[in-house]
């Protein structure tokens, strides 16, 4: 009987909504919608089968022996009502997205030396290559990749999970699409042949349209609903009016983005919703590019202690000790130098009594954003990195138990843990100060943040210009995304992404050679995984020269040179798996040094942090 009595409740609800929508009605709908399905969810589910049935029919029409150009006006048909799905697939079926929307490049997944998985993409990005790149084809591996797409749109309709979902649930969803389409909807990560992301964007947010439109009558404050409406009709005009290469991205993300993460707010506000806080984004943030907009204790390990300047100060501390090492020599700070942005300014990093490492010094700034450690990922965590760090004999060479004997005998260290960590000063303890240290080292206050954060209008129109190269013609955001511009991808953000570049053993790229360090090749020894190396930072890049894993390009310049040739096979070099393009990114001079314009107003102000900071909980 309680369950008939409950749904008695919502159907009258729901039925007052549509007759009289009185603020009573809307005070019951709200307090039932934080635990029980929405009222909505029926209608948001006969959109999502519109449309996926829309991509399954056009999909299934494309046909391996017709003409190109008649299978290419079907791939865009399909395209079209596949990119109408993806705010709800992201949402609700996501391992199926990361599927069908895959980059044309191998995946290589490994368990252990027994289970090696190799797997080829078939993807909407990979049909889109067969049908429209130099060598369109009409084949057997064309024909694979039809016929899986064929069947798996049907599969995920039958599979749905859009049952149960409550108001939260739907709200959350077109907050990530937003953050999606600004992160990496706009840049071309989707559409590397055609560069049809302006175009994918406005499907994109028809159907955020269409969702807003099936809550219409949810909302109390009609005023809300009519900020969405002129909003959404603002930004597809927006996205009409542009092309690909001219696009100002810049002032989409302050004039758009940040809105309509505001009005999420009023959304949630609205329906006295409380969006879930135990993810990798903060959903109260409501700019891009501010502090807060990471949930920073969602890249910790679980229930890791609070951030606070306390620990932060005595995290500090260890982390500048010499006395840790073995022979009392070097700390964490002798590599990562602050005024170098945590880097050290050489071309490979050198560790204790003068040792030459084999790699560059990354640095530590933002480095909490991140899924993976060290240039070939051998590590998960920060604390896990300190591991390899302090027992690495080229560095502090020694272990954690003689790094927790020695700080048991300085009192200034036993006071701070007795405070802060009910007195034990144990192996993870030590490490997980260190990590504290790091993962404060955020600060989001770099001019370009300062200017998306309204704070000062001092971007000038060459930075601006450099951002939406670097966002679109030049493709760097394909792999640097926003905000942190490291490889994790968004919008979970809980992957960090390794690329082949083919990177050089030095920046003289008239005679180019091949670096040797094999990279991601070890331990497994993957053919596939040879020269693969993790996406750093363009943050602060203006102070940490020289670049990439072996430090061989001095400046932005000839960074910037190295990509725009295409990498190591741009230049003839032997890269079988390359995943940067070989083609020439046609930037001419003007171009590149907007580019690195833009790189440097990247550079913060400070790392320091001080007691007002404002830690997300």
């Not at 070989?582 to 102000?605: G, M, P, R, W």
Request: glycine residues 4%; proline residues 4%; aromatic residues 12%.
């Amino acid at each position: 009987m309680k369950i008939f009595k409950n749904l008695f409740v919502i159907i009258s609800v729901f039925t007052c909504f549509f007759s009289c929508n009185t603020k009573e009605a809307h005070q019951k709908y709200t307090q039932l919608s934080a635990t029980r399905p929405s009222l909505f969810t029926k209608p948001i589910k006969e959109y999502y089968f519109k449309v996926l049935d829309s991509a399954t029919f056009y999909m299934q029409k494309i046909d391996t022996l017709k003409n190109l150009e008649e299978n290419q006006n079907l791939f865009l048909e399909t395209r079209k009502w596949y990119k109408k799905a993806e705010p709800l697939l992201i949402a609700y079926d996501y391992e199926n997205y990361l599927s069908i929307n895959a980059p044309n490049l191998l995946k290589v997944e490994i368990e252990d030396y027994t289970e090696i998985k190799k797997l080829k993409p078939k993807s909407y990005q990979v049909l889109e290559e067969y049908l429209f790149g130099d060598d369109a084809i009409n084949n057997k591996d064309l024909f694979k990749v039809y016929n899986y797409l064929s069947v798996r749109l049907p599969f995920i309709r039958k599979n749905h999970i859009l049952i149960r979902q409550t108001d939260t649930h739907h709200l959350q969803m077109i907050r990530d699409a937003i953050v999606n389409i600004a992160t990496k909807g706009i840049t071309g990560f989707d559409s590397p042949m055609l560069a049809n992301s302006l175009q994918e964007a406005i499907y994109n947010y028809e159907t955020i349209a269409s969702i807003i439109d099936i809550y219409a009558t949810g909302f109390l404050d009609k005023n809300v609903y009519n900020e969405w409406k002129i909003e959404i009709n603002k930004t597809i005009a927006t996205l009409k009016g542009s092309n690909f290469n001219d696009f100002d991205r810049y002032s989409f993300i302050k004039n758009h983005t940040n809105k309509q993460l505001t009005l999420i707010n009023k959304t949630a506000l609205e329906f006295k919703i409380n969006l879930n806080s135990s993810r990798p984004l903060n959903p109260k943030a409501t700019n891009l590019f501010s502090k807060d907009f990471f949930n920073i204790t969602q890249f910790g390990p679980p229930n890791a202690l609070e951030i606070t300047p306390e620990r932060v100060a005595l995290g500090k501390q260890l982390f500048n000790d010499t006395s840790l090492s073995k022979n009392n020599t070097i700390s964490c700070a002798s590599c990562h130098k602050k005024e170098k942005a945590f880097t050290d300014g050489k071309t490979l990093a050198i560790g204790e009594n003068g040792k030459i490492l084999s790699r560059n010094t990354p640095t530590l700034a933002y480095t909490v954003y991140q899924k993976s450690f060290f240039y070939d990922g051998r590590s998960g965590g920060l604390e896990n990195q300190i591991v390899s760090v302090t027992n690495n004999e080229n560095e502090f060479h020694t272990d954690l138990n003689t790094i927790v004997e020695k700080i048991n005998k300085e009192k200034k260290y036993l006071d701070q843990f007795n405070a802060l960590y009910n007195g034990q000063i144990t192996n993870f303890n030590v490490r997980n100060a260190i990590a504290t240290y790091v993962r404060s080292l955020t600060p989001f206050n770099s001019k370009f943040d300062r200017n998306l954060q309204n704070k000062e209008n001092t971007l000038t129109l060459e930075e601006q210009k450099g951002f939406n190269l670097f966002m679109g013609k030049a493709a760097c955001a394909t792999c640097h995304f926003p905000p942190s511009f490291y490889g994790t991808v968004p919008p979970k953000f809980n992957e960090t992404e390794f690329e082949n570049l083919g990177v050089t053993k030095n920046d003289d790229f008239s005679e180019p050679i091949l670096d040797e360090d094999l990279g991601l090749y070890f331990p497994f020894k993957v053919d596939e995984r040879k020269r693969f190396f993790k996406t750093s930072t363009v943050r602060n890049a203006e102070l940490t020269a020289p670049y990439m894993h072996n430090g061989a390009y001095k400046t932005l310049e000839k960074v910037l040179e190295f990509y725009n040739n295409g990498g190591g096979a741009g230049m003839g070099l032997e890269v079988p798996y390359q995943t940067l393009p070989v083609d020439s990114l046609n930037l001419d001079d003007t171009e590149i040094k907007a580019i690195i314009q833009f790189i440097k107003s990247l550079t913060d102000k400070e790392y320091e942090i001080n007691n007002t900071i404002a830690l997300n909980k």
